[in-house]
Each structure stands twice: as C-alpha cells, then as structure tokens.
C-alpha cells in the first residue's frame, strides 16, 4: 500500500468518525429539546464539556503551547460567525426533524462557494456555479414549497442561516488557516463559545431533569470528539478526498431519526437530499481534479 493511499485512508476512517460523533451530537440535542433546553444552553453544554476533551487533545498531540496566537481578532470574528451558524442549527433541531435539519446543512458548501467568489474573489467556474444550481434546486424540494408535508417556515430560516454560517466559517478558516494551526482555531472557538454562552445562561437557562443534563453532556463530548476528528481528518488527507463521506451524516441522522423518533424522511427529502450530495460530490470531485492537474503542471525542482 502507497503511502499516499495509507494516509488518505486513514483520513477518510477518521472522517466517518466525525460523521458518526456529528449525528449523535445533533441526535442529542434534538432530544433534550423535549425538556425545553433552549439553543443557548445547548451551545453551552456542547462547549463548555467538549473543551476538556480539546485541552486533553492538545496536552496528548501537538502541545498546549499550541494555542498562542498572534491573530486574536482573526479568531474573534471566526468564533461569533460559528457561534451564530451553530445556534441557527441548534434553533433548526429544536423545530424540525433531525434528517431535514441534516439535509438543509449540507446546503453549507453551496454557500461556500457563493461567499468564496464574493470575498476571496476565487474563480468560480461554470461547472460549480452549475453544482450550485443544482444544490439549490435540492434545498428547494427540502423545504416543500407548495406541497408535501409543511415545516416551520422558522426552522426553515434558522437551518438555512446555520448553513449560511457553516459557509461563512469555511471561508473564514481558509483565511487563518494560513497562519494558524488547526487545534489553536478550535481551542478559542471552544473557549469563546463557552464564555458568551455562559454569559447568557441567566436570561436563556432553566432548570432541567438529570436524564437532560446527562444527555447534553453526552452531546457535548461527542461534539468535541466530531470536531477534533474531523480536524485529525484533513492532516491525514486533502480535503476533495474526505469531504464526500459527510454525507453519510444525512443516513445516520435518518437512521437515528427513525430509532428515536419513528420519523423517516419523506420523499421530498430523500429527493432534494439526492441533488445536494449530488452537487457536493460532483464539486469534491472536480477540486480534486483541479488538484492533480495543478501538481501535474507543477515542474519539478531542479
């Protein structure tokens, strides 16, 4: 076995990792939202639990030193667009069935490559811009207008401005990334999670059941497992390789849905979920394409 071809392995393995810590993440919160746990405390509970588990990573991996940083700023607007994107998801959970909260997210990439052309100035061509059509499409049989089961026009809105907000990350690691390492990124956006959510606790916070607090710790430790995995993934292999498998997070949500709830996707879901992966798997696949023929051109040092 090469050792390109062991890496990239080992990053897709780690990848489905973070898919699986994802669902179950996203599954436990939707269940604590029966005992009323409002979006902030969720962003709390995933943060302030989950971020032993990042310091633990750290001391084990590249060092706690790791976390110094010339670039607080950078960090600062990086944390409050996650930080929004991720309440937005946590609002949409709280409303709407778990598989379509997954599948509206999955429009994040589409949004990606919109704010990509828009603030990077990055050449988008005719073929993404036609993924991104096509995405669109996905997302608007999702969201059922004008027939099929209806949904809260709410939750709609808040899983679309979640995505908008998983984009806007995107874009945002892709301008730190540059000088930042990616467990410095995620120790501050944990710490700043927890530091604003905890300040709103008292206007946002109530009291809850035992089962509820040992489900949120449940679902914060998961997250902050997903998050370093998926972190882990992107060192081991590039990113046209990895990304295809999140998708399996829209299977694992409906399975979870349908264990806990007894609620399957309908088909419109099923149908606009088709044309989103669709898209997404036909973008990774020409990134890595772009990929091979830029190393290709690359002539080799004398």
């Known amino acids: 076995m090469s050792n390109e071809h062991s890496h990239n392995l080992r990053g897709i393995m780690l990848r489905c990792g973070a898919v699986v810590c994802f669902a179950i993440m996203s599954a436990a919160m939707k269940w604590a939202s029966a005992d009323h746990v409002s979006a902030i405390e969720m962003l709390f509970f995933r943060s302030a639990i989950g971020l032993p588990v990042v310091v633990a990573w750290l001391l084990l991996g590249p060092g706690i030193g790791i976390i110094r940083t010339k670039r607080p700023k950078a960090h600062l607007i990086r944390s409050m667009i996650g930080m929004s994107g991720i309440l937005m998801n946590f609002q949409a959970l709280i409303m709407l069935p778990l598989a ?24 988008v061509g005719g073929h993404r811009w036609s993924a991104v059509a096509l995405g669109f499409i996905g997302v608007a049989i999702v969201v059922r207008p004008g027939g099929g089961e209806v949904l809260s026009h709410v939750g709609i809105a808040a899983a679309l401005l979640g995505a908008i907000g998983t984009a806007g990350v995107t874009v945002t ?61 992107l060192k081991a292999a590039p990113v046209s390789v990895v990304s295809p498998f999140d998708y399996g997070q829209i299977i694992w949500a409906s399975l979870l849905g349908w264990l806990l709830w007894s609620t399957a996707p309908g088909t419109n879901t099923l149908v606009g979920a088709g044309l989103i992966v669709c898209a997404g798997l036909y973008t990774a696949w020409r990134e890595s394409r772009k990929r091979r023929l830029t190393i290709a051109a690359t002539p080799p040092l004398e």
């Open 173 to 233: 690691i892709r301008q730190i990334g540059s000088t930042e390492e990616p467990g410095t990124i995620v120790f501050w956006f944990f710490v700043a999670s927890a530091i604003v959510s905890g300040s709103m606790l008292p206007f946002f916070g109530s009291v809850h059941s035992l089962e509820t607090y040992g489900v949120l710790a449940i679902s914060g430790v998961a997250g902050a497992f997903a998050q370093i995995l998926m972190t882990m993934s």
């Open 100 to 123: 379509d909260v997954t599948t509206i997210g999955f429009s994040a990439p589409i949004f990606a490559t919109i704010l990509s052309a828009l603030v990077l100035k990055e050449h």
